[in-house]
């Protein structure tokens, strides 16, 4: 698993709605292509086409909030963003996030910590961000999380675990 | 040695666990799967987990809301996935477009909610059902194909907040009221990882409709569960199941995170602003504000009681000119009742319009969303910007007694004079 994600940032504020990350308008298919393109619209109408693979979100609290929607994450994940950092997240967003293996962390403070298009360096090992202003610690994963995440998502995971109950 | 919450109680029996304590990482054996059109996503992961039967059709039960009638070949397409899946898999309990509801109303109104279960579902809003005594929680698509392949899911047990709330409801005062005043005091992500158990005279005194709309809109304190503890009023809701009801509750002693008081007694109707559901401030403080559109729709409030509300207040009135009122049932059961109480007449010989079931407006999805300059006032649960339309769109949050007033004169106005 990739534990060291180096990339531009972009910045939110708080309670980031899963309404703001794709609109219901939007849901009456099943194709992640039109989640991303219309990624974060109702906030930032430049971010779906400007976002390049690697990047990071980084935004104040509560992101995710709102719906079940899945498809929230998903659009992130295919836009190619590597990791969100926020101070909390809402409970489904965070465990739609972690069954996708897109890595979504709290981090107190991250949202004055860094400022839009800046660098940040993410160590998932070490369970630091650097930013320009300073290095700053996240909420360590709880280690059922973790393993999602190092499974390539939920999914992986469950495949995983079939195949080794089938051959035992 | 301490007692236990409700949500304890159900992870503990779930995960059989002869106790459970929060922050325990279960995994807990699901009674109740249902799902919505989420079933479409979810049949892409399912497939790739690469189970071939859901775990137990018998514990499943799927219905059509967010898009009925489905208004692009697109999505009619998606309905037809659902229910060539739910045959092939024998899902007995879905419940196709014509006998559908919005899932919360419809896994209240059949009876498929009873206390003490463990219930997951495709849609944030499943806290609903927890005002049975459940401990039921909203999950993703992966999840639910998780559970479709294994029939468990794993859970981090939740602190448990106590709402406790006192006092008499006045005249026109609603749950809808006092859970909006709830969510403005903890803010709207103040229960995140949470259950809310809501408590005290008030709460027991709450027939069943006003119980699910506190419980619903804990998802908007960021909850993962609301519950109710079930008592005779519970039982009599769920009299119809003939299944063995006794009593379900927390025990005296048990341990809460927070806690929270309220008396109600002398709190007026609330209306959430625009655009958070906490940003809630009393009618009187708004009232004026010009609308152009009044949905009464959602889970939250579009039940046969709400429909009653407005109804009284609309009868013999005209809505204002230039105001579009639209009343869209929570269930089809709701739809058909409201049609044979003469509910629908009422909506109609006031300007207004009368539609079948679907979760359509409340998320910006069809039948009915805003455009950019328009202000609403909403029965419904969530005002985010571009929830229900364009993002610059305005959306009020408030009961329907005030959502009918309002209506009538074109502008907020506190239902206790109209």
């Known amino acids: 698993m990739q534990t060291r994600f180096r990339g531009r940032a972009w910045v939110f504020g708080e309670d980031i709605s899963t309404d703001h990350i794709i609109a219901g308008k939007y849901l009456g298919t099943t194709d992640p292509k039109v989640f991303a393109e219309h990624c974060l619209e109702a906030v930032d109408p430049t971010f779906a086409k400007q976002a390049r693979p690697g990047d990071l979100i980084v935004a104040g609290p509560n992101f995710g909030c709102g719906s079940s929607r899945e498809q929230a994450p998903i659009a992130i994940k295919h836009l190619g963003i590597s990791a969100i950092l926020a101070p909390s997240f809402a409970r489904i967003f965070f465990r739609n996030a972690i069954n996708l293996a897109l890595p979504v962390l709290e981090c107190p403070g991250i949202e004055k910590a860094v400022k839009p298009g800046e660098e940040v360096e993410l160590d998932l090992a070490a369970g630091d961000v650097r930013t320009p202003s300073g290095v700053l610690r996240f909420r360590p994963l709880p280690p059922n999380v973790l393993e999602i995440l190092e499974a390539g998502g939920l999914v992986a995971k469950l495949k995983k675990e079939l195949t080794a109950k089938a051959s035992s | ?418």
């Open chain 2, 1 to 418: 040695m301490a007692g236990f919450t409700m949500a304890e109680k159900v992870l503990a029996r779930a995960s059989g666990k002869p106790r459970v304590a929060p922050g325990d990482i279960v995994d807990a054996t699901v009674d109740l799967l249902y799902m919505h059109e989420m079933l479409a996503m979810a049949l892409i992961p399912f497939k790739e987990i690469g189970v071939a039967k859901v775990w137990d059709p018998a514990k499943v039960v799927v219905t059509l809301d967010h898009w009925v009638p489905p208004p692009t070949p697109e999505i009619a397409k998606m309905h037809q996935q659902i229910r060539e899946f739910c045959r092939a898999q024998g899902i007995a309990r879905f419940h196709d477009v014509g006998d559908h509801g919005i899932v919360h109303q419809l896994i209240a109104e059949r009876g498929y909610a009873l206390p003490g279960r463990m219930i997951i579902g495709s849609d944030s809003h499943t806290n609903m059902v927890g005002a049975c005594g459940a401990f039921a929680a909203g999950v993703g698509a992966t999840d639910v194909a998780a559970v479709m392949a294994k029939g468990s899911l794993w859970l981090r047990v939740p602190e448990t907040m106590q709402v406790w709330v006192d006092g008499e409801l006045g005249k026109r005062v609603y749950a809808k009221d006092l859970i909006l005043k709830v969510i403005a005091t903890t803010g709207d992500d103040g229960a995140r990882y949470q259950s809310v158990e809501f408590a005290g005279p008030t709460v027991e005194a709450l027939p069943m409709n006003e119980r699910f709309v506190l419980c619903n809109m804990t998802t908007e304190m960021g909850a993962k569960a609301g519950m109710v503890a079930a008592d005779e009023v519970t039982q009599d809701y769920l009299a119809h199941t003939r299944e063995p009801l006794g009593p379900f509750g927390p025990d005296e002693d048990a341990v809460y995170g927070k806690a929270h008081q309220f008396d109600v007694g002398g709190m007026g109707p609330q209306v959430a602003c625009p655009s958070n559901p906490a940003n809630v401030k009393p009618v009187e403080d708004v009232a004026g504000t010009k609308v152009d559109v009044a949905f009464l729709g959602s889970c939250t409030n579009a039940r046969i009681e709400d429909l009653r509300i407005a109804a009284e207040l609309l009868k013999g009135e005209k809505v204002a000119p230039g105001v579009r009122l639209q009343i869209t049932p929570a269930s089809q059961r709701i739809y058909r009742q409201a049609v044979q109480e003469g509910l629908a007449d009422v909506f109609m010989e006031a300007g207004g319009t009368f539609t079948s079931s679907t979760c359509g407006p409340c998320f910006g999805g069809h039948l009915g969303v805003l455009a950019a300059d328009e202000v609403c006032i909403s029965s419904t649960n969530r005002n985010y910007p571009g929830r229900m339309g364009s993002p610059q769109a305005q959306v009020y949050l408030a009961s329907p007694a005030t959502l009918a007033a309002t209506a009538i004169y074109g502008v907020i106005t506190d239902p206790r004079g109209a």
